[in-house]
C-alpha cells in the first residue's frame, strides 16, 4: 500500500501562483509515475501533469506553460507549481501515483484526499 499526503492549494485570485506538494509513504517501490488530477465541480476527474522516474513529463494543454511539476526531495514526492492562475483552474486536486510499464499500468493507483484550489476573478 502507498499512502499519498498532499498540502498547498487555497484561495488565490487570478494571475496569482500556488503549490501543491504531494508525498508518498509505505510501499513506495511500487510506485513509478506521479501526477496531479483536477476534478471540477460537476466534471469527471482530468490528468493536469505527470512526471516519470526518469523526469519524463506531460502536461494537459490547458495547463502547459504555466504549470510545472517536478519531483520532490525525496523522490516519492512531487510538486505541482501553478502560475498565472485561472479561475477555470478552480477544483479539486488529486495526486497519483502509479507503477507504469509500456504505457500499462500495474498494480494499484493510489490517491491523495485532495486539496481545494479556488481562483477567483
Known amino acids: 500500500q502507498v499512502q499519498l499526503v498532499e498540502s498547498g492549494g487555497g484561495l488565490v485570485q487570478a494571475g496569482g501562483s500556488l503549490r501543491l506538494s504531494c508525498a508518498a509513504s509505505g510501499s513506495t517501490v511500487s510506485i513509478n509515475t506521479m501526477g496531479w488530477y483536477r476534478q471540477a465541480p460537476g466534471k469527471q476527474r482530468d490528468l493536469i501533469a505527470r512526471i516519470t522516474e526518469s523526469g519524463s513529463t506531460n502536461y494537459a494543454d490547458s495547463v502547459k506553460g504555466r504549470f510545472t511539476i517536478s519531483r520532490g526531495n525525496p523522490k516519492s514526492a512531487v510538486d505541482l507549481q501553478m502560475n498565472n492562475l485561472k479561475p477555470e483552474d478552480t477544483g479539486v486536486y488529486y495526486c497519483?501515483?502509479?507503477?507504469?510499464?509500456?504505457?500499462?499500468?500495474?498494480?494499484?493507483?493510489?490517491w491523495g484526499q485532495g486539496t481545494q484550489v479556488t481562483v477567483s476573478a
Open positions: 497519483n501515483a502509479e507503477k507504469i510499464r509500456y504505457g500499462i499500468r500495474i498494480g494499484s493507483a493510489y
